[in-house]
T-cell receptor, first 116, second 115 residues
Framework: NAGVMQNPRHLVRRRGQEARLRCSPM?????VYWYRQLPEEGLKFMVYLQKENIIDESGMPKERFSAEFPKEGPSILRIQQVVRGDSAAYFC??????????????FGPGTRLTVT | AQTVTQSQPEMSVQEAETVTLSCTYDTSENNYYLFWYKQPPSRQMILVIRQEAYKQQNATENRFSVNFQKAAKSFSLKISDSQLGDTAMYFC????????????FGQGTRLTINP
């Protein structure tokens, strides 16, 4: 069973460009979480999605950031008009619907975004 | 809102020694989970151990064990017989039971195991 997959692993964007980060959850998982890790800090929750629905986006900046998890295909975290402060590692995690499964999140390897 | 505090930014021990990492948290919830995650230089987040708040017995996974003190809101991680491969950042995390079940992380402790 393949784990959580994220791509790209590294992404370099110039200020003002758009960044698209992809996350494919583990097979059978329908819950996706995105977290951001700034240098030398812990992970901070951004958004929680189920298929086709955003459930909790309380940690996501109101402007320039959006997320989706379509019926088919990976979850996408989109950052428009990137700024240097967006440079960070972005982690995706997934969990299952099984009894007790939602309390165990499996993490992908992360995407390191660098804004130049 | 919940907060998680790890008061030790860095720790260093010799191989085979025992080391304890501290974590305290603040919450008004009664039903929750606590976790320790390991982040090696590869940056992959790896679940080390999990504790359910309603269980009084401390969780154990091989060389890793926790000391869960619910009244004190303390959740420390003990690593016995430490190995070079234990070198990593360690994050304590809180998850409220029910609702969005998002993880709230501490700032991390950088642990170095010396040969």
């Amino acid at each position: 069973n393949a784990g959580v997959m994220q791509n790209p692993r590294h992404l370099v964007r110039r200020r003002g460009q758009e960044a698209r980060l992809r996350c494919s959850p583990m097979k059978g998982h329908s819950h996706v979480y995105w977290y951001r890790q700034l240098p030398e800090e812990g992970l901070k929750f951004m958004v929680y999605l189920q298929k086709e629905n955003i459930i909790d986006e309380s940690g996501m900046p109101k402007e320039r950031f959006s997320a989706e998890f379509p019926k088919e295909g990976p979850s996408i975290l989109r950052i428009q008009q990137v700024v240097r402060g967006d440079s960070a590692a972005y982690f995706c995690a997934s969990s299952s619907d099984e009894r007790g499964g939602r309390n165990e999140q499996y993490f992908g390897p992360g995407t390191r975004l660098t804004v130049t | 809102a919940q907060t998680v505090t790890q008061s030790q930014p860095e720790m260093s021990v010799q191989e085979a020694e025992t080391v304890t990492l501290s974590c305290t948290y603040d919450t008004s919830e009664n039903n929750y989970y606590l976790f320790w995650y390991k982040q090696p230089p590869s940056r992959q987040m790896i679940l080390v151990i999990r504790q359910e708040a309603y269980k009084q017995q401390n969780a154990t996974e091989n060389r890793f064990s926790v000391n869960f003190q619910k009244a004190a809101k303390s959740f420390s991680l003990k690593i016995s017989d430490s190995q070079l491969g234990d070198t990593a950042m360690y994050f304590c995390a809180f998850m409220k039971r029910g609702g969005a079940q998002k993880l709230v992380f501490g700032q991390g402790t950088r642990l170095t195991i010396n040969p």
